[in-house]
């Protein structure tokens, strides 16, 4: 089928046929002959929306002008036709490309945004407009921006970029399309050029889509415009465009208009790198990494929907037609702004204190536990550690780390990182902490979406950077060799550094930021990753006190006691509150490893500490016991408390260890890195709550107030909350320690902040008639059946009650709704740690004894039964079970074809 078209605005014209385009209204199609930059007149192809809105009694708001690059045209913009969008849209197909005129002509980029000007005259566009552009359409579109500000409410940019230094080599794709040699048989002899772009999305497009893509284009004089687009690259000096791309560069500085910027970082052309220049000339953007997306991120992601949330965000409380531009600081309110606060207590300022104490100066702050077959340690007092920190804040600062410069900290727990971190807070600079338990891939995420300006890492970290392209500038944790400073391109060391610092001190030099604002960010904590890729958690000074203080004193630390860190994110938080800290000898990356022994020489380094450790260690250090010498039993049983958080902990686990630790109380706090301390409760306060839907978490601590988002019948959260006993609902959380924002996920922080005042977990539970929560799994693992919505704990409760059971871990399968529950269980006979087996059918005894205990236990019928070496867990925790995983294994296999876990 193909459809014919005419203009309706600038004079009707021969149309050429366009084939029917999935996703496209016909009615959208339009043709205009406008006279170009050359003064000749030239037919045009757009999509416009007008009649269409017409038809609905929509006025439209404004006019949103989508402009494409290379080698696409209009049909990539087919999502933003939507009944949510109530703006006139526009998607071009410039000349030469898409459906738009061959003209023979060679078009640079000031004559393309000359004919646009031309073009958007013709229409008689006026404001107000709100620009899209996608790779070269994305220059273009600030270049009619720029000149037509006075129309311009808005600016929207997609996998672009607006300035290629001249030191700097094109990407390696544009070097390979651009090499005089094949240059040509690359673009417009063959499609090869159009085919790579295409085939850049996984999962594979569509087939229809790729057809739609390739149909313009087909032949080598209608792929012509491709040639000069890849030519019109302004790389050196001397290239004609260079002066348009330098003025557009410096012009862009000067959009005072709200600006959103989408972005695909698996992009091999438009990279992060240039994510990282468009945010320095426009630093009020709001800024979405699409994390699985590539350089058609229109098709990789939902891009149209985050764009008529922040259309609405910006401009909902407008009229159509209002040409005012709105605030640049609209948004929502940060969570912790609703809280009780508490009193603001500068991030370090403790240290200082101890240090400049003589009673307790010399005493140990930071305990390094060697390991080998001596057990040897290393001790740093606050009066070294205050001397450290201050050498490095002034060495940091005379090497060019300023207050919101970000670093990225690589360090290993001990004293090289609590010198950095505090450091870092001391000058203003923002800490970027992403822990080495988030894998190679998980780490690289983290790394590259913070664009950290500085990055302070171990040689197995730099040499990762070096490999992995990581962004900014290097500096090694010990003095490298000449050689080794080369390869890895490290320009300077901490004890460089130091020494530096040191000297400078020795003049007096101020080490400390001036009037430094309590709501400027402090630290970047990146989540877990349990649940999708690990978001970055920003906070500010005041929100990072308060998280402090909220964990200080939910775990009762106190400086007499210090702190035993088994999950090493947590040894930054002792020095804060004036308590000495220790890691154990241990793998950071595996904090499910963690032995008794190991745990006991690390409490015996502080005497009688608290100990906090990742739920998954609790399994291993029972089952090590056995090897504990009579002085490390003495030693665990000096422990005041104990703790654990990152999983709900079963009582019968706790009940265990008390056998280890007999005078400890046992808490078990729920929280998480955008909010590190919720609720808690101890060992005895889960026996009086006995069982129930979930497990308990306790009730609130202070300054905390809990809420629920109430879920339908396909598990969906509301967006209104209440504090109603018993119901089920996603679990919501007011606290002045609630992270500020996720970095450079607008719409993910949108989401989470739905509701006004609260921050929503993602978690679901329910509150009791005692005020107290429970956790009953995540809300995206919610499984909505025919006949109601279940939740995941409790069922995977039931499971592992049956006689043999390790662990459990169930899903859903099938259309929401009328989902069927599948249960992927361990077997303790069976356990193997590593990489989980294929699972297999259980037996029919265990199947029966399952399906009948749950179904005995909860009302709900589990459908299949799987059994498997060892379940997928998170990679920080080693405890969280992938029951996304699963059920995307489930899908699969239950469908008949083979799938792997």
Known sequence: MTIGHQSTDAGRTAAPEIPEQPGVDPRLHRFATVKDSFGDDRQWHYLDNIDLLAERGVTPRGTILAVHGNPTYSFLFRTLFRDDIDWRVIAV???????????????????????????TDSLGLRGPIVTVGHDWGGIISIGWALDNKHDVVGMILTNTAIYQGLGESLPKALQIASAPSIIRTMTSGTDAFLRGTINLSKPPLPSEVKAAYLAPYRGSKRRAGIEQFVADIPADAMHPSRATLERLAEGLKDMKVPSLFLWGPRDVVFSDRFLRDLFERVPHAQVHRFENASHLVWDDADVAGTIAEWLQDVYGDQKPGDTAVPSLERGPKAVSTFADQPPHVPLGS???????????????????????????????????????????????????????????????????????????LRIGAVAVVADAGLGVKGLTRAVVGSHPDFIIGIDRALIGAKVLGWPGQKISVQTLPTVDRAVLGVTTSMAELMNEGSQMRALAADTRAEDLD?????????TSGSTGPAKGAAYTHRQASAMFSAVGETLQLRPERGLVAGFAPFALLGPSLGAPSVVPDMDVTRPGELTAAALADAVDALGSPAVFTAPAALKNIIDTAGELTTEQREALARVPSFFSAGAPIPAPLLRQLRTLMPNAQSFSPYGMTECLA?????????????????VCVGRPVPRVEIAIAPVDELG?????????????????????????????LWRTTREAMRIEGYHATGDIGHLDDQGRLWVEGRLAHVIPTAEGVRTPVVIEQAVESVEGVRRAGVCGVGPAGTQQIIAVVEMEEDHRPGRPAQPKPAPHELEDSIRRTVRERTGAEV????????????????????????AAWAEVALSGKKAKL
């Not at 702050?365 to 740093?380: C, L, Q, S």
């Not at 309590?518 to 990146?526: G, H, K, R, S, T």
């Open 93 to 119: 197909d410039q000349l030469e490309m898409g459906y738009s005129e061959r003209t023979k002509r060679i078009r640079g980029l000031q004559d393309r945004i000359t004919d646009l000007s031309l073009f």
């Open 863 to 886: 459908t299949a039964v799987f059994t498997t070496t060892t379940l997928p867990t998170d990679i920080r925790h080693n405890s969280k079970i992938d029951r996304t995983r699963l």
């Open 678 to 694: 919720v609720a808690a409760i101890d060992l005895d306060g889960i026996e009086e709550a006995g069982s129930g839907n979930g």
């Open 350 to 424: 403790r240290i200082t204190e101890l240090a400049e104490d003589p009673a307790t100066a010399d005493l140990s702050a930071v305990v390094e536990m060697n390991g080998g077959p001596d057990g040897g340690r290393r001790t740093i007092t606050w009066r070294r550690l205050e001397e450290r920190i201050a050498d490095l804040s002034a060495g940091m600062l005379a090497h060019g780390i300023r207050r919101g410069s970000r670093v990225s900290v690589l360090v290993e727990p001990g004293a090289d990182l609590t010198a950095v971190l505090y450091s870092c």
């Open 518 to 526: 309590p709501d400027e960010d402090a630290l970047i904590l990146f």
């Open 716 to 744: 969906r959260a509301a967006d209104h909350a209440v504090t109603t006993a018993g119901v089920t609902g996603e679990i919501l959380v007011r606290a002045a320690h609630v992270r500020d924002r996720y970095l450079m």
